[in-house]
């Protein structure tokens, strides 16, 4: 036996037996709770404030993760098409 105690090594020596095939492997039986109800979504009167709502949540966020990102984004597809272009792997 190994310094890690007997657990570990039953645990190991039936990692070997399967990895082997000695041992048919059981396939796991999953249980799913059935789905909870989906709320209907509320009635809103009028959509376009809703939509202007949103825009004025997403736009700010979504402008300052393209000034973060967008550089490195255009520079490596850049770069992949100029070594395509050139024949470079």
């Known amino acids: 036996?190994?310094?890690?105690?007997?657990?570990i090594d039953s645990i190991l020596e039936?990692?070997?037996?399967?990895?082997?095939?000695?041992?048919?492997?059981?396939e796991p039986v999953i249980v799913m709770p059935p789905p909870a109800p989906v709320?209907?979504?509320p009635q809103i009167a009028d959509d376009s404030a809703m939509v202007a709502l949103m825009r004025s949540f997403v736009e700010p966020q979504l402008k300052a993760w393209l000034d973060a990102n967008m550089p490195e984004i255009v520079e490596r597809i850049?770069?992949?098409e100029i070594r395509r272009l050139t024949g470079q792997a």
């Open 39 to 41: 709320p209907p979504a």
């Open 1 to 7: 036996m190994s310094d890690t105690g007997p657990a």
């Open 14 to 26: 039936s990692i070997r037996a399967r990895m082997a095939g000695d041992v048919p492997v059981a």
């Open 78 to 80: 850049a770069q992949a």
